[in-house]
């Protein structure tokens, strides 16, 4: 599937799925469908057929909240049938609300509380170094996320120790859970910042596909990535876009169809 | 203790180049013989204990086996939720090192206070809890550590703890029956085994026959033993440079309320409380009553009283 048609059916996927399960963080899942969607065309390394394959690349969603986006593009990366997305939040269903690695297959790391990401995937990629190792490691993490300190603390570490084969891609949505984030905690020029920490970083919107996969292909000899992405929390279906209350409410039956329309025709153009 | 269950774990290092020692610029003397013997097995992970412990997470997960080490609480409650998170639930091969157990660091105060770790970490599934009574046990644990691959918590002394018995190849999950006895058993566990050796010695003296057991693994308890001692003594006093709630007292009683017991239980141990006052290990002991005449003393009046 290629990157427009796979971000198209992540979206779908997610409207249906919080229409269904009555869940919440659709909005959070909209914002990064398409980095998602082209880490799984055109980027990542992985077997659906061996989810713990040496060679795969590893992917963790530090921002573990936007789950269905992420379970969406491995359904359709054929790492389990799709039908079980219609059963997300439901009892008894492998598909919680922030991603779990114990029930899913394809999902590297369980995350859900902010900052901890981050850190894994910094620890599994010094050690993909120590193991001489060519695999790739990529986080997508909140621009909310960076209020946490333990995303400073990777920071510092990951340049001091050249972590090169590190990519943190930060979906700069401009909202957290009570309202923007500039007006919770100004932690604004997030590029400059991780520059200054060591990073080669870059700014790029993250809803062009174009720009999004040139900046994952980007390598450095000797610095961890991060990429700056500018999205619209809700990306897609207009009423939703730029409204914090999608943070938390799910779409009743007409604002579901309406929202499947929008996305469908964007995908058309 | 500190030293050498650092030594031991080098040695074993040395063969397992899978062993990473991870510190949080802490450990200066101690852990040279892996920055200088081993430098590519060890790395400092500045001081940023969260990032460190989901690092060491991620590492484990690449087929790293890796210890995290720095003073009391910085390991352990600092990061608590990393430790949750990222190395329990995962099942991450790694061992988290905490120094200066209970007064090891007593005079820096009470932020340097390791009383309430075995209570806070003993609640967390998927956990082994290792606290080595003297520098035997630790060299014991530093083997136990390497050969199991399930996620440890290592309560380690400071330093110049006495020896309670030789070293003994003991087992995850083991009690150590270091005196043996017939009318009080007394449990202890950690640096504060030295008090209880001094008071099973005095109480003998006095012919109150006192048997001693060390328990270097918290978690799992010895159940066994602690069913048969409910059942075999009359008094059972549990010692422990901890918090009175969470720790050695709560894990026998947890056990021994499950059974109908001839013995009684008597606890010492920290009465819930922060410590303000200043000084060594030995003089925050004795201002708490764990010492050695405070067991003897507890034992006594539970005889008086009988």
């Known amino acids: ?269 | 203790m500190r030293n050498a269950f650092i030594n031991r774990l080098s040695e074993l290092a040395k063969n397992d180049k899978n062993i990473l020692m991870m510190a949080g610029d802490l450990g200066y003397n101690v852990l040279n013989k892996f920055y200088d013997d081993m430098p590519k097995q060890f790395v400092n992970a500045g001081i940023a204990e969260q990032n460190m412990t989901s690092m060491a997470a991620g590492m484990a997960l690449e087929g790293k086996k890796v210890y995290t080490y720095s003073i009391a609480n910085f390991p352990s409650l600092r990061c608590l939720e990393q430790i949750r998170n990222d190395i329990l639930y995962h099942d991450a091969n790694v061992k988290i090192i905490s120094v200066g157990a209970g007064f090891g660091y007593g005079s820096m105060g009470m932020s340097h206070h390791g009383t309430d770790d075995m209570g806070v970490m003993r609640c967390l599934p998927n956990i082994i809890i290792f606290s080595p009574s003297d520098k035997n046990e630790a060299i014991r644990v530093a083997e136990l550590s390497v050969m199991t691959k399930k996620p440890a918590y290592i309560r380690l002394g400071k330093g110049g703890e006495e020896d309670i018995h030789e070293y003994l190849e003991f087992n995850i999950g083991e009690s150590i029956n270091v005196v043996k006895g017939n009318k009080v058993a007394i449990f202890t566990t950690g640096p504060i085994a030295s008090e209880a050796l001094e008071a099973t010695n005095i109480l003998n003296e006095m012919s109150i026959s006192t048997a001693l057991y060390t328990f270097p693994t918290v978690k799992p308890i010895d159940e066994e033993i602690i069913k048969k001692c409910g059942n075999d003594f009359d008094l059972i006093v549990t010692v422990e440079e901890h918090n009175i709630i969470g720790g050695l007292c709560s894990a026998v009683a947890e056990v021994l309320a499950m059974q109908k017991n001839k013995a009684v239980l008597r606890k010492i141990g920290l009465n819930d409380t922060y410590i303000s006052e200043v000084g060594s290990q030995k003089y925050l002991r004795e201002r708490h009553n764990l010492c050695s005449k405070d067991i003897v003393n507890t034992v006594l009046d539970y005889i008086n009283l009988k």
């Open chain 1, 1 to 269: 599937m290629n990157s427009k048609t796979l971000a198209c059916q992540i979206r779908k996927d997610c409207l249906e799925m919080a229409y269904l399960s009555k869940g919440s963080h659709i909005a959070c899942a909209l914002s990064i469908a398409d980095i998602v969607a082209v880490l799984y065309s055109d980027i990542l390394k992985f077997n659906p057929e061996d989810p713990k394959d040496d060679k795969r690349d590893r992917f963790i969603l530090s921002k573990g909240h936007a789950g269905s986006a992420v379970y969406s593009a491995l359904a359709r990366s054929g790492f389990f049938d799709p039908e079980i997305l219609k059963t997300h939040y439901a009892n008894g269903s492998i598909l919680s609300g922030h991603v779990s690695h114990k029930t899913v297959p394809g999902i590297e790391i369980s995350t859900g509380a902010l900052g901890h990401g981050v850190s894994i995937g910094a620890g599994m990629a010094y050690a993909l170094k120590l193991n001489n190792k060519e695999n790739r490691v990529f986080v997508i993490v909140g621009d909310g996320e960076c209020d946490e300190g333990s995303v400073w603390e990777m920071a510092l570490f990951s340049a001091q120790h050249h972590l090169n084969n590190f990519t943190i891609i930060i979906d700069k949505n401009r909202f957290q859970a009570l309202g923007k984030c500039q007006d919770i905690l100004k932690n604004e020029n997030l590029k400059e910042k991780f520059e200054l920490f060591g990073f080669k970083a870059m700014e790029i919107d993250g809803h062009s596909h174009d720009e999004i996969r040139k900046s994952l292909k980007v390598t450095s000899k000797d610095k961890p990535i991060c990429i700056v992405a500018n999205t619209v929390k809700g990306k897609g279906v207009s009423f939703m876009e730029n409204d914090l209350k999608w943070h938390y409410k799910n779409p009743d039956e007409e604002q579901y169809k309406y929202a499947l329309r929008e996305v469908e025709s964007e995908y058309d153009q």
